[in-house]
């Protein structure tokens, strides 16, 4: 599982040091090659294989009753990149994934539960803003009573 916010620097060759918890968790889940594609807002999401085939048969059931899921689907796939992670425990991101997330020097590397995003670190700022001000409003509130500890 993959949880928590880490703040890195990106190099000049586009390789993002990946924290360590992740990169046990990836270990524990037998994952040696790791398929990034392009999330929403900017950031980059980041599957283990396993994970990864998990959402294209989601995927493949949506486009089942939406055909027009199927530009989604496209789009999803022709982005992805399928990356391993060097001895130095960095994950190489290639450059139209750079590109499309506006990495420029900082990015931040979130858990999300089953995946991991990256994020320029501007952007990762004003996300968690909007975050902050959704989750303290009533009717999110009221939505989500009873599920947490």
């Given at each position: ?116 995003e990256i994020w ?10 909007k975050m902050v ?17």
């Open positions: 599982m993959f949880l928590g916010t880490y703040f890195h620097n990106i190099d000049e060759k586009g390789r993002v040091i990946l924290p360590a918890s992740f990169r046990r968790a990836l270990e524990e889940q037998g994952a040696s090659n790791r398929i990034i594609i392009t999330g929403q807002n900017k950031c980059l999401s980041v599957y283990t294989r396993e994970e990864w085939e998990k959402s294209v048969e989601k995927m493949k059931q949506i486009a089942m009753v939406k055909p027009e899921a199927e530009y989604i689907i496209r789009r999803m796939c022709a982005d992805a990149a399928e990356c391993g992670i060097d001895e130095q425990g960095r994950l190489n991101i290639p450059v139209n994934l750079k590109e499309y997330g506006g990495f420029k020097k900082e990015v931040v590397t979130v858990g999300r539960m089953n995946k991991m320029d670190k501007g952007l990762w700022a004003a996300e968690y803003q001000e959704t989750s303290l409003s009533e009717s999110v509130t009221k939505e989500l009573n009873g599920l947490w500890i």
